[in-house]
């Protein structure tokens, strides 16, 4: 496994689609300027935003706990099976990840599929170094062997991680540039969804 790295392209594709289209449901229209085909996570909570990372770490938890549904055949070849937010996560190739948090005044005049949600939190996935989609059916989850022993033969991925040593490659600095410029101030764009400014914390698997 890769270590994960935040990434503002990754945000501002989270955050665009909050400020749009967002129905509850994926985004259909992931790819990033490189070509690829970025992953997606979405959970909500029926509680309004707060500050700090609580209901984002909440959310995370919730797709990490799909672990629990994982088999051991699955982890060497992926299927479709109720896990999809707990491999997109941990999948070997993925070492980028952006977010962005929205709230939804009124789910139902939005027409919302799950209307008890009313704060929602949208990640984004990529291998961006390798070009590697994640959740890929019949592909493996991860590559088999003892903690870094399969690091990638690229120059950024080859080595493991002086911290954390199970994983391959370096943790970058959280990114200090502004995010992606989405006009001024809160606009209202979709029904009552306004954007919330979201610090985001990158979520490292050991």
Not at 109 to 129: Q, R, V
Request: some cysteine.
């Amino acid at each position: 496994m890769l270590v994960i790295n935040y990434d503002l392209e990754l945000e501002y594709l989270a955050r665009c689609y909050a400020r749009c289209l967002f129905n509850g449901e994926h985004d259909k229209c992931r790819n990033l300027q490189n070509g690829q085909f970025a992953g997606q996570n979405i959970g909500g909570t029926a509680e309004l935003p707060v500050k700090g990372f609580k209901q984002p770490k909440a959310i995370i938890d919730s797709w990490y706990k799909e672990i629990d549904k994982m088999k051991e055949w699955m982890y060497l070849r992926f299927k479709e099976a109720g896990t999809e937010q707990f491999t997109g996560m941990v999948w070997w190739s993925v070492d980028s990840v952006g977010c962005g948090r929205v709230h939804v005044a009124d789910p139902k005049l939005d027409k919302f599929e799950d209307s008890s949600f009313k704060t929602f939190l949208i990640c984004n996935y990529a291998g961006k170094k390798l070009k590697l989609n994640s959740n890929v059916n019949n592909e493996s989850v991860y590559l088999p062997g003892p903690p870094c022993s399969k690091c990638p033969d690229h120059e950024e991925l080859k080595n493991c991680n002086t911290n954390y040593t199970s994983l391959c490659g370096e943790l970058e600095p959280i990114p200090i540039e502004r995010p992606y410029y989405l006009g001024e101030g809160q606009v209202k764009i979709y029904g009552n969804i306004t954007i919330l400014a979201l610090a985001f914390a990158v979520l490292m698997v050991l």
